[in-house]
C-alpha cells in the first residue's frame, strides 16, 4: 500500500538479539523519561536548575526518540520562555539591545533546526508542528519585526521542500497558507513603522527606506500554477487557487471586463485537464466551482461576486460548457464525474430567470438531457441509484 503516491516499508521477523536490543533501548528510554520527569518536578534544592539549557538538551535526547510525547513539548516551551527573559542570561553584566537579540535569535533558530530532522522523519506529528508554530509565534513576539520576518520567510523554504516530496500532503498545503499570512502580517507592520518613521523624520537627514509589498497573493497564485502543472490531481493545489482567486483579481483592480476574461481562461484551462482526464475528480470539483462561483443565480460568497456577468453571459458561458462536455461524453459516455457535472450544469441554465436573449437556448431540451444523463448515472453508478432517481422525479 502506499500514501499519497510514497510506499511503506515493508516489515521484517525480528531476530531474538533485535528483541534484546530494543529491550535495552526500553530501559534507556524509561530512564530517560525518569530523568526529564525530575527535571520537571524538582526537589526544592535543584528547583533553580528546572528551566536550564541543560534541562532544554535533556528534552531534546527525549523528543528525538518519542516526538509523541506532548507533555515534554510543553515543558521544553516553558523553559525557552524562561531562557528568553533577561534575567535569565547567565553573564553578570547587562548586554545591549542587540546583544540581547542575538541571544535570542540563536536560541530561536536553534530551536527550529533542532525541528527539521524530527519532521523528515515523523512528518505528520502534530505536537513537532504545534511546536515550531510556538517558536515562530515566539520570534515575532521577542524579536525586532524585521529579523522575525527573516525567520518566517525561511520557514517558506522548508514548506517547498516538503511540498516537492508530498505535493498532495494538505497539511503541507495549510501550513503553507499560515506562514504566508503571517509573512504579510509582518510586512505590513513593518510598513506602517517605515511610514511613521518617514512622516516623524521629514526633512532630516538618514530617514530612508522603502515600503515592500505586502501581499503575495500573486506569488502563491503563480506557485499554484506550477504545481497543478506537474500533477492535475493535485486537488490542494486547486483549492488554494480557488481562496487566491477573489484577492488577486481585487488586488488587481480588475474591472468586470477583465474578471470575465479571466474566467474565460480559467475556463479553458479546465475544458483542456477534463479531456486530459475526466475521471479526475480534482479537476471536476475546481470547473464546478468557477462555474458555481461565475454562472449561479444564487451569490456564493459572503463578499461581493467574483466574477459579475450579466444573465446572457452566463447563459453564453453555461453553453459553450455544455457544447464540449457533449462531444467529450461521446467518446467517455460512461464516466460518471462528467455525467453528474453536466447535471449540474443544466440544474444551473434552469436557475436562471427567463430573459429573451435566450433564442438559442431550449430548456425544455435540456431537462430531457438531463433525464437521460441520470438514467444513464443510475446505470454507471447504481450505488447512488436512488439519489439519481430522487433528482429525476424532481425535474
Same mark, same amino acid.
Given at each position: 500500500?502506499?500514501?499519497?503516491?510514497?510506499?511503506?516499508?515493508?516489515?521484517?521477523?525480528?531476530?531474538?538479539?533485535?528483541?534484546?536490543?530494543?529491550?535495552?533501548?526500553?530501559?534507556?528510554?524509561?530512564?530517560?523519561?525518569?530523568?526529564?520527569?525530575?527535571?520537571?518536578?524538582?526537589?526544592?534544592?535543584?528547583?533553580?536548575?528546572?528551566?536550564?539549557?541543560?534541562?532544554?538538551?535533556?528534552?531534546?535526547?527525549?523528543? *528525538?526518540?518519542?516526538?509523541?510525547?506532548?507533555?515534554?513539548?510543553?515543558? %521544553?516551551? %516553558? &523553559?525557552?520562555?524562561?531562557?528568553?527573559?533577561?534575567?535569565?542570561?547567565?553573564?553578570?553584566?547587562?548586554?545591549?539591545?542587540?546583544?540581547?537579540?542575538?541571544?535570542?535569535?540563536?536560541?530561536?533558530?536553534?530551536?527550529?533546526?533542532?525541528?527539521?530532522?524530527?519532521?523528515?522523519?515523523?512528518?505528520?506529528?502534530?505536537?513537532?508542528?504545534?511546536?515550531?508554530?510556538?517558536?515562530?509565534?515566539?520570534?515575532?513576539?521577542?524579536?525586532?519585526?524585521?529579523?522575525?520576518?527573516?525567520?518566517?520567510?525561511?520557514?517558506?523554504?522548508?514548506?517547498?521542500?516538503?511540498?516537492?516530496?508530498?505535493?498532495?500532503?494538505?497539511?503541507?498545503?495549510?501550513?503553507?497558507?499560515? &506562514?504566508?499570512?503571517? &509573512?504579510?502580517?509582518?510586512?505590513?507592520?513593518?510598513?506602517?513603522?517605515? *511610514?511613521?518613521?518617514?512622516?516623524?523624520?521629514?526633512?532630516?537627514?538618514?530617514?530612508?527606506?522603502?515600503?515592500?509589498?505586502?501581499?503575495?497573493?500573486?506569488?502563491?497564485?503563480?506557485?499554484?500554477?506550477?504545481?497543478?502543472?506537474?500533477?492535475?490531481?493535485?486537488?490542494?493545489?486547486?483549492?488554494?487557487?480557488?481562496?487566491?482567486?477573489?484577492?488577486?483579481?481585487?488586488?488587481?483592480?480588475?474591472?468586470?471586463?477583465?474578471?470575465?476574461?479571466?474566467?474565460?481562461?480559467?475556463?479553458?484551462?479546465?475544458?483542456?485537464?477534463?479531456?486530459?482526464?475526466?475521471?479526475?475528480?480534482? &479537476?471536476?470539483?475546481?470547473?464546478?466551482?468557477?462555474?458555481?462561483?461565475?454562472?449561479?443565480?444564487?451569490? *456564493?460568497?459572503?463578499?461581493?461576486?467574483?466574477?459579475?456577468?450579466?444573465?446572457?453571459?452566463?447563459?453564453?458561458?453555461?453553453? %459553450?460548457?455544455?457544447?464540449?462536455?457533449?462531444?467529450?461524453?461521446?467518446?467517455?459516455?460512461?464516466?460518471?464525474?462528467?455525467?453528474?457535472?453536466?447535471?449540474?450544469?443544466?440544474?444551473?441554465? %434552469?436557475?436562471?430567470?427567463?430573459?429573451?436573449?435566450?433564442?438559442?437556448?431550449?430548456?425544455?431540451?435540456?431537462?430531457?438531457?438531463?433525464?437521460?444523463?441520470?438514467?444513464?448515472?443510475?446505470?454507471?453508478?447504481?450505488?447512488?441509484?436512488?439519489?439519481?432517481?430522487?433528482?429525476?422525479?424532481?425535474?
Amino acid at each position: 500500500m502506499a500514501s499519497h503516491g510514497v510506499p511503506r516499508s515493508s516489515t521484517t521477523v525480528r531476530t531474538p538479539q533485535a528483541i534484546q536490543a530494543d529491550l535495552l533501548k526500553i530501559e534507556a528510554y524509561n530512564n530517560l523519561v525518569s530523568e526529564v520527569q525530575a527535571l520537571r518536578f524538582p526537589s526544592v534544592q535543584k528547583s533553580k536548575h528546572t528551566y536550564s539549557p541543560t534541562s532544554l538538551s535533556t528534552t531534546s535526547s527525549l523528543l *528525538t526518540q518519542n516526538p509523541e510525547f506532548n507533555t515534554i513539548w510543553n515543558f %521544553r516551551r %516553558r &523553559i525557552v520562555l524562561h531562557l528568553l527573559l533577561p534575567t535569565s542570561s547567565s553573564s553578570p553584566t547587562l548586554k545591549d539591545d542587540n546583544d540581547q537579540e542575538n541571544d535570542k535569535l540563536s536560541l530561536l533558530s536553534s530551536e527550529l533546526n533542532f525541528l527539521f530532522p524530527l519532521l523528515q522523519k515523523f512528518p505528520k506529528c502534530y505536537w513537532i508542528w504545534n511546536y515550531r508554530v510556538f517558536i515562530l509565534q515566539t520570534a515575532s513576539t521577542n524579536l525586532s519585526l524585521q529579523t522575525a520576518l527573516k525567520l518566517w520567510k525561511s520557514e517558506m523554504g522548508l514548506v517547498n521542500k516538503m511540498l516537492s516530496r508530498d505535493s498532495r500532503n494538505f497539511h503541507g498545503w495549510g501550513y503553507r497558507r499560515y &506562514i504566508v499570512q503571517n &509573512i504579510e502580517t509582518l510586512q505590513k507592520d513593518i510598513n506602517k513603522e517605515t *511610514t511613521k518613521e518617514k512622516e516623524e523624520g521629514e526633512g532630516e537627514e538618514g530617514v530612508d527606506g522603502e515600503e515592500e509589498e505586502e501581499s503575495l497573493a500573486e506569488q502563491e497564485f503563480a506557485y499554484t500554477t506550477t504545481m497543478y502543472g506537474k500533477d492535475l490531481s493535485n486537488f490542494s493545489a486547486w483549492h488554494n487557487r480557488s481562496k487566491l482567486i477573489p484577492r488577486v483579481l481585487s488586488e488587481r483592480g480588475a474591472t468586470i471586463e477583465e474578471r470575465r476574461t479571466f474566467l474565460d481562461g480559467e475556463l479553458g484551462e479546465m475544458q483542456t485537464a477534463v479531456y486530459t482526464d475526466p475521471y479526475d475528480q480534482s &479537476i471536476q470539483l475546481y470547473n464546478h466551482w468557477l462555474l458555481l462561483e461565475s454562472c449561479s443565480s444564487k451569490q *456564493t460568497t459572503s463578499t461581493s461576486p467574483v466574477f459579475s456577468l450579466t444573465n446572457s453571459q452566463k447563459l453564453e458561458t453555461l453553453s %459553450r460548457t455544455l457544447e464540449w462536455m457533449r462531444e467529450l461524453l461521446d467518446e467517455e459516455p460512461d464516466c460518471r464525474l462528467l455525467l453528474e457535472e453536466m447535471i449540474f450544469v443544466g440544474s444551473l441554465f %434552469r436557475d436562471l430567470d427567463e430573459t429573451e436573449e435566450e433564442e438559442d437556448v431550449d430548456r425544455e431540451e435540456i431537462k430531457r438531457d438531463m433525464q437521460s444523463w441520470l438514467e444513464k448515472l443510475m446505470e454507471v453508478d447504481p450505488m447512488r441509484g436512488g439519489r439519481w432517481r430522487e433528482m429525476q422525479e424532481k425535474l
